[in-house]
């Protein structure tokens, strides 16, 4: 078995073959329901038929095409545990005991074949260290970004400004003067904060919250995402004894991705140092 594909590859290749056509097929085909509908080229009520057709065939080829990948990927990649894990972050797949796994569609051929690739999971990961990153990363609050963010929230400030000074507008006026100036302040406040907000290191992890912990200490380190009706923030999180911690990273000098890359990185190291000989 030559394992020459990466890990990035894989989620590339299942991004490009699998979620776009998703998206397209669902996207496309309530787009067609709405228009033949509202044209009224068909009757109106091919609309809901149309949303509904659309979303089904988008999970049907889901259902038959991740089935193929997995195959393809877990019997490729070498570090099966982490393609598992990004995996499902990248909402690919889902978690084992997920309801939604019994949509899958498999043949008998890919069936036996998959069963065949469990043993894959009893072996460790390889680590591969990138000498380019130091022993120690500090993340602190990205100025570039909160100044920007400041700036949108100055701009509603003379939003309201000009509403109270030039409209009747007075309520709509004040309120974009009160919020756009108490989150301009907010951003400037991190904008101008030095402090590190996350270091990571060989060694262990420390936060602006909460104090150094050893990897050894430290359990399910990971970057997720929160969503907000249509916002989406990211976290760094992991538990520690006798707590937990959760960090918003939206404007700290990193991203989900970064981030990510640097847990495994650091925790590798530890691992590699500390292995028993």
């Keep these: 078995m030559y394992e020459t594909v990466t890990v990035d590859q894989a989620i590339a290749k299942a991004q490009r073959t699998i979620n776009?056509?998703?998206?397209?097929?669902?996207?496309?085909?309530?787009a067609g329901a709405v228009y033949v509908g509202i044209q009224n080229i068909l009757p109106v009520w091919i609309i809901p038929i149309g949303i509904v057709l659309a979303i089904g065939f988008g999970w049907l080829y889901w259902s038959i095409t991740i089935t193929k990948w997995k195959v393809w990927a877990f019997e490729n990649v070498r570090n099966v545990h982490e393609l598992k894990k990004r995996a499902v972050k990248e909402k690919l797949i889902w978690s084992d005991y997920s309801f939604w796994n019994k949509t899958e569609i498999w043949s008998a051929m890919d069936r036996a074949k998959w069963e065949s690739l469990q043993s894959k999971f009893n072996q460790d990961d390889l680590f591969t260290d990138d000498v380019t990153v130091p022993s120690e990363t500090v993340i602190r609050y990205s100025r570039s970004k909160n100044f920007f963010e400041m700036a949108i929230m100055l701009a509603i400030m003379g939003v309201g400004v000009?509403?109270?000074?030039?409209?009747?507008?007075?309520?709509?006026?004040?309120?974009?003067?009160?919020?756009?100036?108490?989150?301009?302040?907010?951003?400037?406040?991190?904008?101008?904060?030095?402090?590190?907000?996350?270091?990571?290191?060989?060694?262990?992890?420390?936060?602006?919250?909460t104090p150094f912990y050893e990897w050894n200490d430290i359990l399910d380190e990971d970057v997720v995402d929160r969503r907000s009706g249509k916002t989406t923030n990211y976290y760094l999180v992991y538990d520690y004894p006798g707590g937990s911690v959760e960090v918003q990273i939206d404007d700290l000098e990193t991203d989900q991705k970064k981030l990510y890359d640097l847990l495994n990185l650091y925790r590798g190291r530890y691992k590699k140092k500390n292995r028993p000989r």
């Design 20 to 30: 776009l056509p998703v998206i397209l097929f669902i996207v496309g085909g309530i």
């Design 162 to 209: 000009y509403l109270l000074a030039a409209t009747d507008s007075v309520i709509i006026g004040v309120i974009c003067i009160l919020l756009g100036g108490f989150l301009a302040y907010k951003e400037y406040k991190q904008a101008t904060n030095t402090e590190p907000q996350i270091i990571l290191s060989d060694k262990g992890i420390q936060t602006a919250s």
